[in-house]
Nanobody, 123 residues
Framework: QVQLAESGGASVMFGGSLRLSCAASGFYPSNCMGWFRQAPGKEREAIATIDRSGATDYADSVEGRFTISKDTGKPIVYLEMRYLEPGDTAMYYC??????????????????WGHGTPVTVAS
């Protein structure tokens, strides 16, 4: 059974840092992987992707503060988050895209989703 499990969400203060993990089971996340978030009352937002070659892409809202990466030895994808702001408060999800041709910042392109991990940033 293929699945994704996010972890690492927490409540932090403004300016703090967190590292989220996305553990894959039943497959190795070597293709396109992405991180997304959804704040209460808002649409799901694509925030970071990493493709098969390791190339990354970020939403403007997190560029320079968040870093997506893949573990070199384990089936885990990380999201390092720094300089967190109250506007980063959301449920964070990771997702996998089965096809490798593109790796877009677009949630509709992704096929397998985790259940999410919550992040709250207090001012």
């Amino acid at each position: 059974q293929v699945q994704l499990a996010e972890s690492g969400g927490a409540s932090v203060m403004f300016g703090g840092s967190l590292r989220l993990s996305c553990a894959a089971s039943g497959f190795y996340p070597s293709n396109c992987m992405g991180w997304f978030r959804q704040a209460p009352g808002k649409e799901r937002e694509a925030i970071a992707t990493i493709d098969r070659s390791g190339a990354t892409d970020y939403a403007d809202s997190v560029e320079g503060r968040f870093t997506i990466s893949k573990d070199t030895g384990k089936p885990i994808v990380y999201l390092e988050m720094r300089y967190l702001e109250p506007g980063d408060t959301a449920m964070y999800y990771c997702a996998a895209k089965w096809t490798t041709k593109t790796c877009p910042l677009y949630s509709g392109a992704f096929n397998l989703w985790g259940h999410g991990t919550p992040v709250t940033v207090a001012s």
